[in-house]
């Protein structure tokens, strides 16, 4: 019988257990609890959107996982941990490409799995009951300031619900099947699980009364920063600008850093822009710099004049070092050439466009609470997805953000450069 942390029999650690770590069917059985709570994210990478077939398949798969990791012993959830940061997260370090460190992209890759294991390790030391409360607080561990684990979400094509009191009865219920052994009333603790279930289709949300373009840009992101594609990207935006006042579409959206400049400082951009967005409000991604600091902002050109929003929350290790300052700086010095981290803006930005608020959100941010406080009735979100390509990053991206739509009941426009575009609602 497995002990528990809170048992007086609980072992103490030695470091001859760890060849426990090792044998094969704890290896065999974490792989298995990762893959039953990875599917949903591949099944959409690969096309498979088959309403119906995702919400018995998911519906299954995430039960079993779910069951699985209330019961398996401290070293299955180790490897489960293990196994699960590299099936969501193997893209992570994929922009370490793009800096001639290529050769690290396995040791963080490994580091993040490892990370991943502990957490899930942590909470094999309880039992199944208390597991339930270690569970539901995954989503708001943030190793690194990185949040995209969310479990509840592997039900979000499932019958049943992705709040999270509706993610805790279903926990509740298979802790207690767990742990009611061989007792006739044993099955009827699964009964709980219906009070979790959708019974009704929910309606797509009001959109708002402007007609929006949502831009195709598929530059590759060793092209983004190089100079002589520049002035050809430029104009394919402009090009793009062009094609929605052709439409008479009301806005346009392009993606994150669409121009990979400072639009602030290039006048001959700014009023270009500043005389189309008299035909077309022009929402577009481009760096912002104030004299001092260096800003990852979205330009929102509304009849000849500009508003701008800064990004709020940065992405880890990509536009922040998440450490101390001594050490960032040092990573900044070797990795970035001696780069500053970008600024960060203190709250997010509400940008009113004829009437209508959007919350603006760029890339990272846009799966951050922070960035639904209020719950925001629309939301333009823009994100370059180059960085990652091909993985499975603008998928787990998109299931993220129909994810806090729907917690948050906010209608999101995704426009995204090597991604997929979306509208969600």
């Excluded at 009827?188 to 402007?210: C, E, H, W």
């Excluded at 129909?402 to 426009?415: A, M």
Aim: proline share 4%.
């Amino acid at each position: 019988m497995q002990k528990y942390f809170l048992d007086p029999a609980y072992p103490s650690f030695k470091i001859k257990n760890l060849r426990g770590y090792f044998t094969t069917i704890y290896i065999i059985k974490g792989f298995i609890i990762a893959a039953l709570l990875s599917l949903f994210i591949y099944l959409h990478y690969f096309g498979l959107e088959n309403q119906l077939f995702l919400q018995v398949i998911t519906t299954i798969t995430a039960l079993f996982a779910f069951y699985m990791l209330l019961g398996s012993r401290r070293i299955t959830l180790f490897w489960a941990g293990a196994f699960s940061a590299l099936l969501w997260f193997y893209w992570v370090p994929f922009s370490f490409r793009y800096y001639d460190l290529t050769y690290l992209i396995p040791l963080l890759t490994l580091f993040f799995s490892f990370i991943y294991g502990m957490i899930f390790w942590f909470v094999g030391l309880f039992s199944p009951l208390v597991r339930v409360i270690m569970i539901l607080l995954l989503s708001l561990i943030h190793p690194l300031n990185y949040n995209w684990f969310v479990p509840e979400m592997a039900f979000i094509d499932s019958f049943f619900g992705i709040e999270k009191w509706q993610f805790g009865l279903i926990l509740l219920a298979l802790s207690l099947f767990i742990m009611i052994r061989r007792h006739p009333l044993r099955y009827l603790s699964l009964l709980i699980m219906i009070g979790a279930l959708n019974f009704k289709t929910v309606d797509p949300l009001p959109l708002p009364k402007q007609s929006i373009y949502l831009s195709s840009l598929h530059t590759p992101q060793a092209l983004k920063w190089d100079e002589t594609y520049r002035q050809e990207s430029i104009q394919t935006n402009f090009n793009i600008i062009y094609d929605a006042i052709a439409k008479k579409y009301d806005i346009v959206i392009l993606s994150e850093s669409a121009f990979s400049l400072f639009i602030n400082r290039d006048e001959g951009i700014l009023e270009k822009l500043y005389t189309l967005s008299k035909e077309i409000t022009i929402v577009t991604g481009g760096l912002y710099f104030d004299g001092t600091n260096s800003y990852n902002s979205t330009y929102y050109f509304i009849d000849g004049e500009v508003k701008i929003a800064n990004k709020v929350v940065l992405v880890p290790f990509g536009e922040e070092i998440p450490l101390p300052s001594f050490i960032s700086n040092l990573i900044n010095e070797i990795v970035y050439d001696g780069a500053d981290d970008y600024i960060a803006a203190s709250e997010p930005s509400d940008i009113e466009i004829k009437g209508e608020v959007f919350r603006n959100a760029i890339c990272y941010e846009a799966t951050r609470s922070e960035l639904f406080e209020g719950n925001p009735q629309f939301m333009i979100a823009t994100s370059n997805n180059a960085w990652f390509t091909p993985s499975i990053e603008p998928t787990l991206q998109k299931l993220l953000l129909r994810y806090f739509s729907r917690i948050h009941k906010t209608v999101i426009y995704h426009s995204a450069n090597m991604g997929e575009n979306a509208l969600i609602r």
